[in-house]
């Protein structure tokens, strides 16, 4: 069983980091927002984005689209 996109947990995940990597280059804010954090910091967040993205993977039981497909 199918379902649409707007109810796929990992879908708004990767929607709302996809938006903000979307306004931060479109704004020019990442010499800023860069240099608030070290190296470190930046790394450790990159990671856990591909830890929810997998985590969210492994919890999901239906697809999306639409259902007669």
């Known amino acids: 069983m199918k379902k649409p996109w707007y ?8 929607l ?3 938006g903000g990597a979307a306004v931060d280059a ?8 860069e240099s608030l954090f070290s190296q470190e910091v930046y790394s450790i967040a990159f990671f856990v984005v591909g830890v929810v993205n997998m985590a969210l ?3 999901t039981t239906n697809g999306i689209g639409n259902e007669s497909a």
């Open 26 to 33: 479109a704004v020019g804010l990442l010499p800023t927002v």
């Open 7 to 14: 109810k796929s947990k990992t879908m708004w995940f990767n």
């Open 57 to 59: 993977r492994a919890v």
């Open 16 to 18: 709302a980091i996809v």
